[in-house]
């Protein structure tokens, strides 16, 4: 049923167990540094959610035994680390939408925060020779297309997290494509919860303010 993954060594789970820190998810924010942070905590706990409930839903009874596969653990830690990437910039991308109303400032503040999340990690094994090169190029794309677009909602931001977990999930191509609506729909009301959360710890005059001075004193 799980297609079989080559075992590589992949280091950063711990990095995800400091990010799950449920205290650190509970504070305010309304500066660019909490912003980050929040950003990082937000696409953590999602992406380590959202893979391992589709792995136990689809695995049942053969998922302890699973877990204890080094190669199965590691096509997980690299499901878990690309999810993240992708999730950190959708969940930016949603909190550009959510802070349009407030002014959401240039392109580069959000090119500069996402690089900034990305970066306050460790670097996944399986990235170290080429790092985050392409997330970030595709990032770019990304955001210049929805500034270009009216806002959009949730449900229709995250569904690049889904496929990108998706893809990676150590599981047989068959069953992907079998489990592609379960885990879209999975993503989505992960994000919808999270995203709700987020606004009650948002000040978004704060943020916009904060945003307008970072705009201002550096470049596009």
């Known amino acids: 049923m799980m297609a079989a993954v080559k075992s590589g060594g992949e280091s950063g789970a711990m990095n995800f167990l400091k990010l799950l820190t449920i205290g650190a998810r509970k504070g305010r924010v309304r500066t660019l540094p ?8 937000g696409a953590a706990f ?7 409930s589709y792995i136990r839903a689809r695995s049942g009874t053969m998922g302890p035994r699973l877990m ?22 959708d969940l930016i991308l ?7 109303p407030h002014g959401s400032g240039t392109a580069g503040v959000w090119r500069r925060l996402y690089r900034e999340v990305l970066a306050a990690q460790e670097m996944p094994a399986h990235r170290a020779d080429t790092g985050w090169t392409d997330r970030l190029a595709a990032f770019d794309l990304a955001l210049d297309a929805h500034r270009a677009l ?5 449900e229709e931001l995250c569904e690049h997290s889904a496929e990108v977990l998706l893809a990676f999930a150590p599981v047989e191509d068959a ?3 079998l489990d592609r609506e379960m885990v879209v729909n999975n993503v989505k009301f992960r994000f919808i919860d999270h995203i709700d959360a987020l606004r009650r710890r948002a000040d978004w005059p704060a943020l ?6 970072e705009t201002a004193e550096s470049p596009p």
């Not at 909490?34 to 905590?41: C, M, Q, R, V």
């Not at 999602?46 to 391992?52: I, M, V, W």
């Not at 830690?77 to 910039?89: N, Q």
């Open 34 to 41: 909490e912003l980050a942070t929040a950003i990082g905590e």
């Open 94 to 100: 949603i909190v550009e939408t959510e802070l349009r």
């Open 175 to 177: 069953i992907r494509d």
């Open 208 to 213: 916009a303010a904060a945003i307008r001075l």
């Open 46 to 52: 999602l992406a380590q959610g959202a893979s391992y």
């Open 150 to 154: 009216p806002a959009r909602g949730i």
């Open 68 to 89: 204890q596969d080094a190669g199965f653990g590691a096509g997980m830690e690299r499901c878990k680390w690309e999810g993240f990437a992708a999730i950190a910039g």
